[in-house]
């Protein structure tokens, strides 16, 4: 069994252009929490503000995910460059929607527990572990791009004038998106967190105030909380969206507050 929670907040922008996908239930504003059982998916997207429609963009790739029927035999590279063709597919119908695009970063848990995350920008995966924060995800970025050459320091990648320049992403009409799969055969351990997140929370919130405020012995969505209002006074200026996933022993009633 599998707790799932999630927030997604516009902070100080007009509108939101994240939106978060738990099992089935897609959300672009609010807070939704769950228990759930494998197989599942759950994501997080945030449409691209500097081209048109990223709200409309990001709702609809995880509205075309909720509809995948996902098992072990599921081949989930396939599956996000077909929904990334169906936002494109879209996109190009109307002017107002031309090259609409989003980020996604997600995971899926098949019958068996296996575990894959997949990835597509610069939205991210973290696992949590023992005190221990640890990104799981690559960024598709630039800067991660200059970093891997060693152009660049790990601190100098937190505050490239750069840092937003994502390669090409979901709905992309000029390049295919590379989705990054990558499977976790052992699955979620008991005792792990696995984070996923927009860059609203990782562009203000340090890795260590993160881990901070996950170490904390209280529920899970007053700590998501607390990290949405750490970004928020630290001066978020976008929108933040997070999920975190849990796993219990069968047979063990999950606490959900």
């Known amino acids: 069994m599998y707790y799932l929670c999630g927030i997604t907040e516009k902070g100080i922008m007009p509108h939101n252009e994240d939106c978060m996908m738990l099992d089935k239930s897609v959300r672009h504003e609010g807070a939704l929490h769950m228990a759930v059982?494998?197989?599942?998916?759950?994501?997080?997207?945030?449409?691209?503000?500097?081209?048109?429609?990223?709200?409309?963009?990001?709702?609809?790739?995880?509205?075309?995910?909720?509809a995948v029927k996902y098992t072990s035999k599921t081949d989930l590279c396939d599956t996000v460059l077909h929904i990334h063709e169906g936002i494109a597919q879209l996109g190009e119908r109307h002017r107002?929607?031309?090259?609409?695009?989003?980020?996604?970063?997600?995971?899926?848990?098949?019958?068996?527990?296996?575990?894959?995350?997949?990835?597509?920008?610069?939205s991210r995966l973290y696992r949590f572990r023992a005190g221990t924060l640890e990104q799981i995800s690559r960024d598709q970025t630039l800067v991660q791009l200059l970093y891997d050459e060693g152009a660049i320091t790990s601190e100098e990648k937190r505050v490239h004038s750069e840092r937003?320049?994502?390669?090409?992403?979901?709905?992309?009409?000029?390049?295919?998106?590379?989705?990054?799969?990558?499977?976790?055969?052992?699955?979620?351990?008991?005792?792990?967190?696995?984070?996923?997140?927009?860059?609203?929370?990782?562009?203000?919130?340090?890795?260590?105030?993160?881990?901070?405020?996950?170490?904390?012995?209280?529920?899970?969505?007053?700590?998501?909380?607390?990290?949405?209002?750490?970004?928020?006074?630290?001066?978020?200026?976008?929108?933040?969206?997070?999920?975190?996933?849990?796993?219990?022993?069968?047979?063990?009633?999950?606490?959900?507050?």
């Open 37 to 66: 059982d494998a197989p599942f998916l759950a994501a997080v997207c945030d449409g691209v503000s500097g081209e048109n429609a990223g709200e409309l963009a990001s709702q609809t790739c995880l509205k075309l995910l909720s």
């Open 164 to 257: 937003n320049v994502v390669l090409p992403v979901m709905g992309n009409l000029r390049s295919e998106p590379q989705p990054a799969v990558t499977p976790y055969p052992e699955g979620l351990c008991f005792g792990d967190l696995l984070l996923l997140c927009t860059d609203g929370l990782t562009d203000y919130a340090t890795e260590h105030e993160i881990a901070e405020i996950l170490s904390a012995p209280r529920p899970l969505p007053d700590r998501l909380g607390e990290l949405v209002d750490r970004a928020l006074q630290k001066g978020g200026r976008d929108n933040i969206t997070i999920i975190g996933i849990v796993r219990y022993p069968d047979g063990i009633e999950i606490p959900i507050q």
């Open 96 to 122: 107002s929607t031309a090259n609409m695009q989003t980020t996604l970063c997600g995971i899926a848990v098949d019958e068996f527990g296996r575990l894959s995350s997949f990835n597509v920008g610069d």
